[in-house]
């Protein structure tokens, strides 16, 4: 007979810890969270009634060690265990040790786990049960183009595209690296890969008396490096036909598990075939999409069916829900992870947004201030809109990420806003290759000149404010005309006085008021209201145009701080997991000199052209800084 669950430890971290938290206290539940030291300061860790630091491990460790996790559950009192995602929450060994310590697990059994924990089991598995399954295996059973996946995890990592049979050992190697790291086994396989193929998903929930539903599907197509990045309920590619075909094959799979609790049954959907991927026994990141269009809090659910609550009738879709994930990350630059302090998070959003609610919702693991450091993922948020269409949902949504101030760090904001109101995708036309065809260079403000003026304005009456003597006179004033003033930043040198320009080029606005905080300008007829906030050399300025920052120009420049030409240098901290060429050694241009780790993902830093390697400063293992010099490149 199951317990009551009173005291909940979340062995998780960041936005998911928050997540599950709300839902228990809620509940009436104790919640109690697990930290590294590099999270001391977390949102999370406060969020919780109770924390336990996780000693003797490292952060990129610590969050791995299901025995630590354990202890710490029954020094907290807890009596139950929720995973979250990622981590151990697919790891039966995990699960069978919180079983054994006499704890509640939050979660389907270890078998189950255990039964898809490997995903050339799993897809043996269910072809036997007539789901159907795409040709995997090795090199030859599938042929190319293939994908190389990790057997063990998800998320994207381990997972690498190859075209011809060259390029296979390099991918191979590649994968076990990354996926070893991550999860902690390096197995790899082949499978078919289709091009043009949606990613679709079926939510589906089971009891401890026998029942197992699908609460309908998930799109999940719009993703980089095979990790989703947009997620939206219903899909707009099934049809009612499909979605009965599509939630019985699911429903297949989990029964042929014996599945009690959350997990998702994933597809490639070709046309009108789809093809079984993989299950994830645990809380998808997408989950929210799927409350928001049934009207079911899927935590609450997981809390009540561990506790042995029959599940509830399948709710009829409502509206449409669109999810992005928000990250520290440089589209333009590869996807680069970002790491340092977010100086300022604001996104505007409902907090009486509910589960049958309407509006805007946000699922955060971060705050103004909050450091993202370089051991975890750098998924800040989840921004999360519904609407009664699909079209609204992604007004409403982009609308939202427009308005949203986030300083300190490069985010995906402006990618996002775009793909919510590209064509293609409010046409409903996305597949796993979107963005390898999007153009991911833009950004949104695509005149800068007028928040340059902004931010010259703004820095010339913050300078004013804390003037000594005639701090109330206007910047600049003279009792005669005399030169204008001049703001130099890096994109250019913003003249203003009677006039306005930035590098000699007029600009069209006149200034209506301006402050330290807040510049309203008028721009071609039409006012513009820019908020500005200055942090170190860099001022940011915000507006209905989007978000710009804008970097003070150096007046006593170090000349020390310029490196030789042809210098490859570390683009964010991380490790050196490997070395591929020598010093004196000649190379290609895109040749692969070394690799960097950084949050679990492998990051190549190649040839910018070809020539001769010298200086090479680094070997495996090493930890490297922002800006540190690799390695140099003379052509």
Same mark, same amino acid.
């Not at 969050?63 to 996790?69: A, F, N």
């Not at 998320?155 to 390099?170: K, S």
């Given at each position: ?47 919780? +009634? ?5 000693? @003797? ?33 697919? =790891? ?7 079983? !054994? ?13 255990? /039964? ?26 599938? #042929? ?9 995890? @998800? ?9 011809? /049979? ?40 089971? !009891? ?49 598990? @014996?599945?009690?609790?959350a997990g998702t049954v994933e597809f490639l959907l070709d046309g009108d075939e789809f093809f079984f991927l993989e299950v994830n026994t645990r809380l998808q990141v997408e989950h ?8 079911? !809090? ?18 009829e879709l409502s509206g449409h829900a669109i999810e992005v994930r928000l990250y520290a990350e440089d589209p333009a630059r590869d996807w680069l992870p970002q790491s340092g302090v ?11 947004? @509910? ?7 946000? !699922?955060?693991?971060?705050?103004? #201030? ?6 975890? +993922? ?100 003279? =009792? =005669? ?21 930035? +590098? ?26 820019? /908020? ?9 300025v915000d507006s209905a145009f989007g978000g710009t920052t804008h970097e003070l120009l150096d007046r006593f420049p170090d000349p020390s701080a310029n490196v030789a030409p042809g ?69």
């Amino acid at each position: 007979m199951s317990k009551m669950i009173t005291s909940l430890l979340v062995a998780n971290r960041g936005e998911i810890a928050r997540r599950v938290f709300r839902t228990a206290r809620e509940l009436g539940i104790t919640t109690v969270a697990v930290f590294s030291d590099a999270d001391s300061d977390a949102p999370f860790v406060r969020d919780a +009634d109770l924390a336990v630091r996780l000693p @003797g491990a490292s952060p990129a460790e610590t969050y791995l060690r299901g025995d630590l996790i354990v202890a710490a559950a029954l020094k907290a009192g807890a009596d139950a265990v929720h995973p979250g995602y990622g981590f151990l929450s697919e =790891n039966a060994a995990f699960a069978r040790a919180v079983v !054994d310590a006499g704890l509640t697990w939050v979660g389907p059994t270890p078998e189950a786990i255990e /039964a898809m924990g490997s995903k050339i089991e799993a897809k043996a598995l269910m072809a036997a049960a007539g789901v159907p399954v795409l040709p995997s295996g090795s090199a030859e059973d599938t #042929g190319f183009p293939l994908l190389v996946k990790a057997s063990f995890g @998800g998320g994207g990592r381990g997972m690498r595209i190859v075209r011809t /049979a060259e390029d296979l050992p390099e991918a191979l190697a590649g994968a076990e690296r990354e996926a070893a790291s991550a999860f902690g086994d390096g197995t790899v396989f082949c499978e078919r890969l289709l091009e043009r193929a949606r990613h679709v998903e079926v939510q589906v929930f089971g !009891d401890q008396h026998g029942t197992v539903v699908a609460l309908h599907e998930r799109e999940c197509s719009v993703q980089r490096r095979h990790q989703k990045v947009v997620e939206e309920a219903p899909s707009p590619a099934v049809s009612a036909e499909l979605r009965e075909r599509m939630a019985e094959a699911a429903v297949t799979a989990a029964r042929t598990l @014996g599945y009690v609790g959350a997990g998702t049954v994933e597809f490639l959907l070709d046309g009108d075939e789809f093809f079984f991927l993989e299950v994830n026994t645990r809380l998808q990141v997408e989950h929210p999409v799927t409350e928001a269009v049934t009207g079911l !809090d899927l935590v609450r659910l997981q809390l009540e069916v561990a506790q042995g609550a029959r599940l509830p009738e399948v709710p009829e879709l409502s509206g449409h829900a669109i999810e992005v994930r928000l990250y520290a990350e440089d589209p333009a630059r590869d996807w680069l992870p970002q790491s340092g302090v977010l100086s300022t998070f604001e996104v505007p959003h409902r907090e009486t947004f @509910g589960w049958t609610g309407h509006g805007v919702r946000l !699922d955060s693991g971060v705050e103004s #201030g909050s450091e993202v450091g370089v051991h975890y +993922d750098p998924m800040l948020a989840k921004v999360i809109a519904w609407g009664a269409s699909r079209e609204v949902a992604a007004r409403a949504l982009s609308g939202a990420l427009l308005r949203s101030r986030l300083h300190g760090l490069t985010t995906n904001r402006d990618l996002l806003v775009r793909i919510l109101r590209s064509p293609e995708f409010l046409a409903g036309e996305t597949d796993t290759g979107f963005l390898d065809r999007f153009d991911l260079e833009p950004a949104l403000v695509s005149d800068r000149r007028p928040h340059l003026v902004a931010a010259a304005l703004a820095l010339a009456a913050a300078h004013r404010a804390g003037a000594p003597v005639l701090g109330g006179l206007p910047s600049g004033w003279r =009792n =005669n005309p005399t030169q204008p003033q001049r703001t130099a930043f890096v994109e250019g040198e913003v003249t203003y006085g009677q006039t306005f320009a930035v +590098d000699g080029a007029p600009v069209g606005v006149v200034v209506v008021s301006a402050s330290p905080a807040a510049v309203l300008l008028e721009v071609d007829g039409l006012l513009l209201s820019c /908020a500005v906030a200055r942090e170190g050399s860099n001022v940011h300025v915000d507006s209905a145009f989007g978000g710009t920052t804008h970097e003070l120009l150096d007046r006593f420049p170090d000349p020390s701080a310029n490196v030789a030409p042809g210098s490859l240098t570390a683009g964010m901290p991380g490790t050196v997991t490997r070395v591929a060429v020598s010093d004196g050694e000649t190379v290609e241009a895109g040749q692969v000199l070394l690799v960097l780790e950084a949050m679990k993902m492998e990051h190549p830093v190649v040839a910018p052209a070809a020539g001769t390697v010298s200086g090479l400063s680094v070997q495996p293992g090493d930890q490297v800084a922002t800006g540190q010099v690799l390695a140099v490149v003379v052509a």
